[in-house]
């Protein structure tokens, strides 16, 4: 499962680089994702936004046995 979310996070990657951001996959375990935006994500204003109705929706998307993901 980590490798499907590693490659779905491939396809939202350039979208955060270009905005000099990026995130972390920091672990996969029974369905929760638990990401580290980094770079200008780290304290933007719409991180929040942009994890949930960015790359959530993405990861459920790609990877359906993705419950729930975290931010740390």
């Known amino acids: 499962m980590r490798e499907k979310v590693e490659a779905a996070l491939n396809k939202i990657r350039p ?4 905005d000099g951001g990026n995130v972390e996959l920091v672990d996969v375990k029974e ?7 980094t770079g200008a994500c780290s304290g933007c204003p719409m991180a929040a936004m942009t994890l949930q109705h960015g790359i959530e929706r ?12 975290v931010a740390i």
């Open 15 to 18: 979208s955060l680089l270009a």
């Open 31 to 37: 369905g929760v994702v638990r990401l580290r935006l």
């Open 58 to 69: 993405l990861l459920r998307e790609e990877v359906p046995e993705v419950k729930e993901v």
